[in-house]
């Protein structure tokens, strides 16, 4: 179905697209205000939102002073935003980052533009459908550490927030069930209200947006030629980046849960040994699941603001876009030393989508054009989402 749509759009891309905009809201009115909340252009689907956790402007606000604020690190030096910076579309332009303290991540951190459009969360999880799920995560696991609220720091980092009479007031705002305890500041709050931030990270005003919004010279005759490669049987690319987000895991309001996809490929970057296998430190949904057909696969990230989020893949280990092309162009990745060593073009796990192709760099100019193409600088200088706490306050 998330395919079919591509194709659709694809299709109809020279006579303009329109992105499905109709949604289960029975009440035209609560689609209307969260479209209103989420600054939502017409073209894009109305997202899906938890029931436990409605949107509001209160805890969207919330949301964006916890997300610049290092109080949320046990050690306090690091926030969401040491990793999510707003210049790189919320990535942060490293292979992949420390956390709080100090320990090397393994995973190349995302962009955060339209995560609300992804039907599960993180490179390798499929059970998390929801950012309350998620966010858990990024704060509380201890390991790797990223921001390290483990159960023995969780008091203190609480009466660090508590003690803000800024934060006393801004959590009685965004959540106004005072019949248990007014004072109370919980992490579930915490992060309710990180969840409805992130929620409103709506990256849509691309030159690619204003071409499908009508606006033709939005678009190069070169990115044009592009989306048509990138949407053609010979690059393949939209088989697994498909949908508002180019990626296979996709979900808006009308999506029923159970048409939701298994949005996981391996896309020959490694093949360790021969069988398939990834780096030790990081094999993707195999480590959760220990399913030995589950090596090296991953969800495809969005492809929103790609020029902006490099380094690529989920370790950070292809430096360019068109290095990322030459990837697919050679049906997979060698590495020809060191004990990751292995020909993933050959790798018994590899998508059979990864075939390779001959293509002329005129092409793959042209396939890098219409990623740049998606490019939101609304986005990355949008007040909205800006470091609040150097504002007046
Ligand atoms: C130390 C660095 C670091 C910090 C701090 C951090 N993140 Fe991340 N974040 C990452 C990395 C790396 C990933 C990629 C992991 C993955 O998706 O598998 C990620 C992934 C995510 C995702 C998943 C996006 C998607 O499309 O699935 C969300 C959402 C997110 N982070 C939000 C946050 C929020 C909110 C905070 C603060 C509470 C935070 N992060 C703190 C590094 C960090
Ligand atoms: C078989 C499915 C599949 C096909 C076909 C495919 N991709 Fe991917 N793509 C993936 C997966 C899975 C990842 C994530 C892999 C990882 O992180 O190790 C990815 C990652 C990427 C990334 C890096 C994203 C990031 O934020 O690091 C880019 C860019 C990309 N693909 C572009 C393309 C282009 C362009 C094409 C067509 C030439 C294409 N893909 C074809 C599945 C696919």
Same mark, same amino acid.
């Given at each position: 179905?998330?395919r079919?749509?591509?194709?659709?759009?694809?299709?109809?891309?020279l006579?303009g697209?329109e992105?499905?905009?109709?949604? !289960?809201?029975?009440?035209?009115d609560?689609?209307q205000s969260?479209?209103?909340l989420?600054?939502?252009?017409d073209?894009? #689907? %109305?997202?899906?939102?938890?029931?436990?956790n409605p949107?509001t402007q209160?805890?969207i606000?919330?949301?964006?002073?916890?997300?610049?604020d290092?109080k %949320?690190?046990a050690?306090?030096? *690091?926030?969401?935003?040491?990793?999510?910076?707003?210049g790189?579309a919320?990535?942060?332009?490293?292979t992949?980052p420390?956390?709080?303290?100090?320990?090397?991540?393994?995973r190349?951190?995302q962009?955060?533009?339209?995560v609300?459009?992804?039907?599960?969360?993180?490179m390798e999880q499929?059970?998390?459908?929801?950012l309350?799920?998620q966010?858990?995560?990024? @704060?509380?696991a201890d390991?790797?550490?990223?921001?390290?609220v !483990?159960?023995a720091v969780?008091?203190?980092?609480l009466?660090r927030f508590?003690q803000?009479?800024?934060? *006393?007031t801004?959590?009685?705002?965004a959540?106004?069930?005072t019949?248990?305890?007014?004072?109370? $500041?919980?992490m579930?709050? @915490?992060?309710?209200?990180?969840?409805s931030?992130?929620?409103?990270? $709506?990256?849509?005003?691309?030159?690619?947006?204003?071409?499908l919004?009508?606006?033709?010279?939005?678009?190069?005759?070169?990115?044009?030629?592009?989306?048509? %490669?990138f949407?053609?049987?010979?690059?393949?690319?939209?088989?697994?980046?498909?949908?508002?987000?180019?990626?296979?895991?996709?979900r808006d309001?009308?999506?029923a849960l159970?048409?939701l996809q298994f949005?996981f490929?391996?896309?020959?970057?490694?093949?360790?040994?021969?069988?398939?296998?990834y #780096?030790? +430190?990081d094999?993707?949904?195999?480590?959760?699941?220990?399913n030995?057909?589950?090596k090296?696969?991953?969800?495809p990230?969005? %492809?929103?603001? @790609?020029?902006?989020t490099?380094?690529?893949m989920?370790d950070g280990s292809?430096?360019s876009?068109r290095?990322v $092309?030459?990837?697919?162009?050679? /049906?997979g990745s060698?590495?020809? !030393?060191g004990?990751?060593?292995?020909? /993933?073009r050959?790798?018994?796990l590899?998508?059979?989508?990864i075939?390779?192709?001959d293509?002329?760099?005129e092409?793959?100019?042209?396939? @890098?054009a =219409?990623? +740049?193409?998606?490019?939101d600088?609304? =986005? $990355?200088?949008n007040?909205?989402?800006?470091?609040?706490?150097? +504002? *007046?306050?």
């Amino acid at each position: 179905m998330i395919r079919f749509f591509t194709l659709v759009c694809g299709l109809a891309l020279l006579s303009g697209c329109e992105f499905d905009s109709n949604s !289960t809201f029975t009440n035209t009115d609560d689609a209307q205000s969260l479209r209103s909340l989420l600054d939502l252009p017409d073209h894009m #689907p %109305l997202p899906a939102i938890p029931d436990y956790n409605p949107l509001t402007q209160e805890k969207i606000t919330l949301g964006r002073f916890l997300f610049y604020d290092t109080k %949320l690190s046990a050690n306090q030096t *690091q926030s969401c935003a040491s990793c999510h910076e707003q210049g790189s579309a919320f990535a942060d332009g490293l292979t992949a980052p420390l956390g709080s303290s100090g320990h090397q991540l393994v995973r190349n951190s995302q962009g955060l533009g339209n995560v609300v459009y992804h039907s599960t969360l993180t490179m390798e999880q499929q059970w998390f459908f929801e950012l309350e799920e998620q966010l858990n995560v990024p @704060i509380r696991a201890d390991n790797p550490i990223e921001l390290g609220v !483990t159960d023995a720091v969780l008091p203190d980092v609480l009466t660090r927030f508590q003690q803000d009479p800024d934060y *006393q007031t801004m959590f009685n705002l965004a959540f106004p069930d005072t019949s248990r305890d007014k004072s109370n $500041i919980t992490m579930n709050k @915490i992060i309710f209200a990180l969840a409805s931030f992130v929620r409103t990270m $709506i990256s849509a005003s691309s030159p690619y947006d204003k071409y499908l919004l009508g606006d033709k010279s939005a678009l190069t005759q070169q990115q044009i030629r592009g989306f048509q %490669l990138f949407n053609g049987e010979k690059f393949e690319c939209f088989h697994c980046h498909s949908g508002v987000n180019f990626s296979s895991s996709y979900r808006d309001a009308n999506t029923a849960l159970d048409a939701l996809q298994f949005p996981f490929f391996n896309n020959g970057l490694y093949n360790v040994g021969g069988d398939g296998s990834y #780096p030790d +430190e990081d094999q993707g949904l195999y480590d959760l699941t220990l399913n030995p057909t589950h090596k090296g696969l991953f969800r495809p990230q969005s %492809l929103r603001n @790609i020029a902006l989020t490099g380094p690529y893949m989920h370790d950070g280990s292809i430096a360019s876009l068109r290095g990322v $092309i030459e990837h697919y162009a050679r /049906g997979g990745s060698v590495t020809l !030393t060191g004990k990751n060593a292995g020909d /993933g073009r050959v790798s018994p796990l590899k998508s059979g989508l990864i075939q390779g192709f001959d293509a002329t760099e005129e092409e793959i100019d042209a396939v @890098i054009a =219409f990623l +740049e193409s998606l490019t939101d600088d609304k =986005f $990355i200088s949008n007040p909205r989402f800006s470091n609040p706490f150097t +504002e *007046q306050r």
